[in-house]
């Protein structure tokens, strides 16, 4: 049986400095995080999810697919674990399923090694995964493992 529900969370620091604003969803096996507030580079959204979830999310299928893209702004280009050594997920997981826009991952300048997803309703180009300078800051999307 599928449970799918929306989590909405605020955490305050002791400084009362209010940090990210959290929307989930919920499949049989994991927890997606959206995390929309601050932005990261992919490195610091890697070590925020390994922190407090489990990982940056791995997407296996189009439904975890359309799941994630579900939580996403519109107009959202989101880091997901995806990274190029062989195009592999940041958990280590095994997965072949790639949603990549036609024309991507193309490296473009040398310095795209990190998988971002794009979601914006309407466009052509968009609502798909491209590769993106790791250093750039956006949104991001964590899991965290169903125990």
């Not at 190029?84 to 036609?102: A, E, L």
């Not at 993106?132 to 999307?141: K, L, Q, S, T």
Request: net charge positive; proline share 3%.
């Amino acid at each position: 049986e599928r449970i799918s529900t929306v989590v909405t969370k605020i955490l305050i620091h002791c400084d009362f400095k209010i940090l990210p604003l959290f929307a989930g969803e919920t499949t049989n096996r994991s927890t997606f995080i959206f995390v929309n507030e601050p932005i990261k580079t992919f490195s610091e959204a890697q070590s925020y999810c390994r922190e407090y979830h489990t990982d940056l999310a791995s997407v296996r299928n189009q439904t975890e697919n359309q799941e994630i893209q579900k939580m996403v702004s519109k107009g959202s280009k989101v880091w997901i674990g995806l990274f190029r050594d062989s195009w592999k997920w940041s958990d280590g997981s095994d997965s072949s399923f790639r949603y990549w826009k036609p024309t991507q991952p193309n490296n473009n300048g040398g310095v795209q090694s990190c998988g971002a997803a794009v979601y914006k309703e309407g466009q052509s180009w968009t609502d798909r995964w491209f590769d993106w300078n790791c250093n750039d800051r956006h949104p991001f999307v964590c899991y965290s493992a169903s125990k």
